[in-house]
Each structure stands twice: as C-alpha cells, then as structure tokens.
C-alpha cells in the first residue's frame, strides 16, 4: 500500500525538521523534576519519551490522535452493516495522523490480506510446546517464529543507511499485523478444538476474518472483535507493553523481537493478564456464593475477602487514569446495546457499584475505578469464548496495531538508544548525608 507509506514518509520528514527545531530552540526547557520517591515507585508520573500515536489523560482517558473513542465510532470507517470502527482505519489513523477514507481502509485490509502468509515452520514451532502451555506462551513463541523473515534485521546486517531503517521496520511491523490473526487462531484451535484450524476467508476484514478463524462467525462476536481490537490498541508511550516493545526497539532489535518482548509484559497479571484474572475472579466468587447471581451485599463481602487475602481486585485501579476507563465504557454501551440481560454482564455492572467506594474506602488505592480489562470477559463469554486463559491473546493482536505504529515512527524520527539513569540506594543515602551526589 504505496499511498500511506508515502504519506507517512511526507508527515515524517516534516515533523522530524521540526522537532530539530524544537530541541535547538527548547531542548534545555524543564518537564518536571524527579523526586526520589519516584525512582522507588515504579517512576509514575515522570514524562520521559515520545510516543506520537495516542495520548493519556488522567481524567478523560485516552485519545488516538487526538479523538476519543466515541468519535473513532463515529468516523472510522464501518463494515457493511456493521456499527464499530474498523481496525484497519484506526491503524492508518495511528500511523498517518489523518483519518482514513473507506477506500484507504480497503485498501490497506486488502493489503494485509496479500501479506498474510506464514513462513512453513511457524506453526510447526508452536507445535513443539506442550498443548496446555499458557497461550501467551504460545503467541510469543509464534512471533519469534516469524522473526526469521524480519527484513529490517536482513537489510540491517547488509548495512543500510540508517534513513532508511523505518521503511524496513515499517514493511516489517505491516506483515507482522497482516500475519497476527492466523497465529493467535491457531493458538485458540489448537488449545482447545483438538487443533481443527479454520482456513481464512479472504472476504473478511481484519477483525471478522480473525474472528472467523477463531471459530465465531455470527455478526454479534465479528462486530465485538472490530470494537475491541480498536480500543485495545494503544494506551499512549508508558504501559509496560508499549514501554517495552519501545525500549527494545531503541535497541535496533527488530518489530519482531521488540513486539514479542512487548507481549511478554502484557502476559504480566497487573497489565493484560488482568482480564483473564477478572473472568476467574467472578467464577470463582460465583462458586464461592453459589451463585451466578450474586447480590450487591455477596459481592461486597467478596471484595473484602480478596482483599484481606492480601490479593489485588483485578480490573480496577491504574497507574494513570483517575476516572472510569472509558475503554470499560465503550465495552459497558456496547453490552446494553447487544446483552442488555446477561447475567454475567449484569454482574459486572453490579461489581461497578460495588467495588469503588470499598477501594477508597482503603485510603491508599489512588484510582478505585474500573480498567479496560473489566469488563471485556463478560462480553467474550456473551458470545460462547469462554477459556478465559486465552483472552490476553486478543489483548496482544489489538495491542500490535499502537506499538508498531508507534515503532515505525521512532525510527523514522531516528530515536536513540533508551538507556535512563538507575541509582543504588547505597548512592542514594549517601547523597541524603551530603557524601556524593546523585549521578546524572
Ligand atoms: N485492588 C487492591 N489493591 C489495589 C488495587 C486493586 N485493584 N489497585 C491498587 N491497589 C493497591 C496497590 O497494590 C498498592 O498497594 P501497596 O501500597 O500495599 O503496595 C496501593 O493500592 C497503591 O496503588 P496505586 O498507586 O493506586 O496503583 P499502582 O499505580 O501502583 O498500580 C495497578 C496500578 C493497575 C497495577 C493496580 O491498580 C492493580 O494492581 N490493579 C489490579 C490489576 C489490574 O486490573 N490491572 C490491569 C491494568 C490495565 N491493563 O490492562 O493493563
Ligand atoms: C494499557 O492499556 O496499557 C493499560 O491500561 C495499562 C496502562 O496504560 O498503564
């Protein structure tokens, strides 16, 4: 798809020019400063990278260049009948900073249709993991697979121009998201229908045709698949996935390597795990009160269980976002609209009553409200997906779209080497006594 490599190319060299200006004029201006807590606590709240796809505010929540998520509805292009954004319109909106048309986006699903083909020993790799082996596991092992036709790492070791790095990452970064989809299929099929793959079906768009090989071919779970794969897709610079696949990146590590490492720290249960944790976490209090409908008074005293149990409530608090994810309310409209009377949906709803002001009421948790990820489970399993194991799988096809996009841009900007300053707490006390300072 020559059209939006070439408009990425024009905005690139544009904004590259000026963000050598910027540095000239400005570089020396002050962020913020750190304070020694932060170096302890995991560095929230210090701004230290660019990330041009998507931006976070605490209060609102994201925006993908610059819209939020009921706009994206409203403006990206639909499916044919369909009410939700198409992904491929998104990844275009990532990547160019311009909304796409509906030819753009047929023309960029018809190009990721041409590259999904999968080298011969992809999947035979995955074969060589134990059936039951977590399906991130699985996932992972399938992207390292497909490392082996990186053409950023071959051109790399040809020695290329470094100008000319970002048009390899990004051929690299568009077959990857062309090639995801059959991959994470294959991981759900051969982990829980016996290994029957479903071929493709070149008809589709991205997400219906996953959501076909997936198994699901009703409307319902292929219009889900469009919503979620949008909203999952990027959650600006600092989230451990994207914050990782960057990290890697810097290395020059190619789109393969640096995504897989990315996908490695969405496996983790505080970040994309959590929605598999929120999925067991209400069966398990289901079993546990012997219901599947639990009242709002079993939920509470459930809640304080966990928490006496020295467990987190998976699905809520953030590290960023002070207010209910919008993510979680874009999953919460979607559900009125399709399942308004689901017993499980209506039990997430409840548990959004339920499980804030228990939260506050501990005094230390700063964000007591719902993430993206409690409420997704609910809708999956609406439509029969119920191995709750494999949902950070789907998490991680979405997630592909922000970071690769994101990764095409720093090498296009020429981004250096990530490689932040770390102190010892042996150098921290002697700086407290006025005994050494604290090397920048
Ligand atoms: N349940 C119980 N305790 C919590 C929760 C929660 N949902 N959220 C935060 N806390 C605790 C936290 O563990 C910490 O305790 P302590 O001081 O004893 O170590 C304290 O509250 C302060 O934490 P915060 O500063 O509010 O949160 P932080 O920025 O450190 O962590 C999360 C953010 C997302 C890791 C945390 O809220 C959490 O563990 N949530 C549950 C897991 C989850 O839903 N993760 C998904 C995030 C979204 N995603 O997809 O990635
Ligand atoms: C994400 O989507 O990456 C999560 O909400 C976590 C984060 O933003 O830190």
Do not use: C
């Amino acid at each position: 798809m020559e059209k939006l490599k070439n408009l990425f190319k024009a905005k690139a060299d544009a904004l590259g020019a000026e963000i050598k200006d910027i540095i000239k004029e400005h570089g020396t201006k002050k962020m913020g400063e750190v304070q020694l807590a932060q170096a302890y606590q995991g560095m929230r709240g210090i701004t230290g990278m660019v990330y041009e796809t998507s931006l976070l505010d605490a209060n609102e929540g994201i925006r993908f260049r610059g819209f939020t998520i009921p706009e994206l509805q409203a403006k990206l292009p639909h499916a044919k009948g369909g009410q939700e954004p198409l992904p491929e319109g998104l990844f275009y909106l990532l990547l160019s900073g311009e909304l796409p048309s509906e030819s753009d986006v047929a023309e960029l699903s018809a190009d990721w249709k041409k590259r999904a083909v999968l080298p011969a020993h992809v999947l035979k790799t995955i074969d060589a993991l134990p059936k039951d082996a977590h399906p991130m596991t699985q996932f992972v092992t399938g992207v390292m697979a497909m490392q082996t036709d990186s053409i950023f790492a071959k051109k790399y070791a040809e020695g290329v121009n470094k100008k000319d790095y970002w048009s390899f990452v990004y051929e690299d970064s568009m077959n990857l998201i062309a090639r995801l989809p059959e991959v994470a299929a294959y991981v759900y099929r051969r982990r829980y229908h016996g290994g029957k793959t479903i071929a493709p079906q070149k008809d589709l768009d991205w997400a219906a045709n996953f959501a076909h090989m997936l198994g699901f071919d009703g409307d319902g779970f292929k219009e889900l698949m469009r919503l979620y794969l949008t909203i999952h897709a990027d959650h600006e610079g600092g989230n451990v996935s994207a914050h990782t696949t960057h990290l890697v990146g810097s290395a020059l590590s190619d789109p393969y390597l640096s995504f897989a490492a990315g996908m490695n720290g969405l496996a983790g249960p505080l970040h994309g795990l959590a929605n598999q944790e929120v999925v067991k976490w209400i069966l398990e209090m289901q079993k546990s009160i012997g219901t599947d409908q639990p009242s709002k008074e079993q939920i509470e005293a459930y809640v304080k269980k966990t928490l006496s149990d020295g467990k987190v409530v998976p699905g809520y608090g953030h590290a960023v976002l002070r207010k209910t994810d919008p993510r979680f309310s874009a999953q919460a409209e979607f559900a009125k609209k399709h399942m308004p009377n689901d017993p499980l949906v209506n039990t997430v709803w409840k548990i959004f009553e339920t499980v804030p002001p228990i939260l506050q009421s501990l005094g230390k948790i700063k964000n007591p409200w719902p993430n993206v990820d409690a409420h997704s489970g609910a809708l999956l399993l609406h439509y029969g997906m119920k191995e709750y194991e494999y949902y950070t799988v789907l998490f991680g096809v979405s997630r592909a779209l922000g970071v690769l996009a994101a990764q095409v841009w720093s090498r296009a900007l020429g981004f250096p080497l990530e490689r932040p300053k770390s102190v010892t707490t042996e150098n921290v006390k002697a700086w407290l006594k006025g005994q050494d300072e604290v090397w920048e």
